[in-house]
């Protein structure tokens, strides 16, 4: 599976922050074994951890999770730009 997700055209670094070095998050467990590539989502191994946390804490689901990671991280970025001027 890391092998088809690799040669496929799909993002190769992580969805919030851009780090290459990646785990492959399971945004569903529908078709564990049989994936699709979309059930796939690059997350490096804090974001990955940290999604996983927001579900078990009821923050977050697994599909939507790295979307709603990447809004925090963007909202966090813009605040600490905002307070360096």
Same mark, same amino acid.
């Given at each position: 599976?890391?092998?088809?997700?690799?040669?496929?055209?799909?993002?190769?670094?992580c969805?919030?922050? /851009?780090?290459?070095?990646?785990?492959?998050?399971?945004?569903?467990?529908?078709?564990?074994?049989?994936e699709?590539?979309?059930?796939?989502?690059?997350?490096?191994?804090?974001?990955?951890?940290?999604?996983?946390?927001?579900?078990?804490?009821?923050?977050?689901?697994?599909?939507?999770?790295?979307?709603?990671?990447?809004?925090?991280? /963007?909202?966090?970025?813009?605040?600490? /730009?905002?307070?360096k001027r």
């Open positions: 599976m890391k092998r088809r997700y690799r040669a496929s055209k799909l993002p190769k670094k969805v919030v922050c /851009q780090n290459p070095n990646v785990d492959l998050h399971h945004k569903t467990y529908k078709r564990l074994g049989k699709w590539l979309t059930d796939l989502a690059p997350l490096c191994r804090n974001h990955h951890t940290r999604v996983h946390d927001r579900v078990k804490s009821g923050k977050g689901g697994l599909w939507k999770g790295p979307r709603q990671l990447r809004k925090i991280e /963007q909202k966090n970025r813009a605040r600490r /730009q905002k307070g």
